[in-house]
T-cell receptor, first 114, second 113 residues
């Protein structure tokens, strides 16, 4: 059981370049999330998707776009990367109802923007 | 003031010691509380939920104090494998009706032989 799989694990971009972070889960969860983690700060929610076909902004959505391609996949796109987007990115998923707060995370993507 | 505050540590303790972390939260409307564990360069994983009555899972005990708005995590008989960063997580209903999780920045524990 793979859980939540995200790719790539590492990426270096130049300012202005674009890229897409991929995420897939095999737990049949409806809800999926993208977080970023910076030193000295808690994980911050970028975007989330409560179900297939819906997406909503989180705390720090500027500079990002997302696509909920189907129930399994939720991608995060940086259209024009900036040094401020250097961070570790985590995808997560969760069940509905009382268990929604139990998040299952992918192993993370370390992104550096030069 | 941060919504969820934790002492970053590190807490350096010998094997077998008892160690406790606190976490304070600012929103009195917060509903649910959790501790997640994050190993170095790994993803966070749910350690335990925190209930008003307190709850225990083996060597780990979590407590909630709503009046003072803090939660705690107590680890007894520390093991080397307990070395990690412990994230305090708070769930709150927003005005929009949506619920949101707020993560603390974590407390790092280093258990030494």
């Amino acid at each position: 059981n793979a859980g939540v799989t995200q790719t790539p694990k590492f990426q270096v971009l130049k300012t202005g370049q674009s890229m897409t972070l991929q995420c897939a889960q095999d737990m049949n969860h409806n809800s999926m999330y993208w977080y970023r983690q910076d030193p000295g700060m808690g994980l911050r929610l970028i975007y989330y998707s409560a179900s297939e076909g819906t997406t909503d902004k989180g705390e720090v959505p500027n500079g990002y776009n997302v696509s909920r391609l189907n129930k399994r996949e939720f991608s995060l796109r940086l259209e024009s990367a900036a040094p401020s987007q250097t961070s570790v990115y985590f995808c997560a998923s969760s069940e509905e109802g009382d268990l929604w707060e139990k998040l299952f995370f992918g192993s993370g993507t370390q992104l550096s923007v030069l | 003031r941060k919504e969820v505050e934790q002492d970053p540590g590190p807490f350096n303790v010998p094997e077998g010691a008892t160690v406790a972390f606190n976490c304070t939260y600012s929103n009195s409307a917060s509903q649910s509380f959790f501790w997640y564990r994050q190993d170095c360069r790994k993803e966070p994983k749910l350690l335990m939920s925190v209930y008003s009555s307190g709850n225990e899972d083996g060597r780990f005990t979590a407590q909630l104090n709503r009046a003072s708005q803090y939660i705690s995590l107590l680890i007894r008989d520390s093991k080397l494998s307990d070395s990690a960063t412990y994230l305090c997580v708070v769930s709150t209903y927003l005005d929009t009706g949506r619920r949101a999780l707020t993560f603390g920045s974590g407390t790092r524990l280093q258990v030494q032989p």
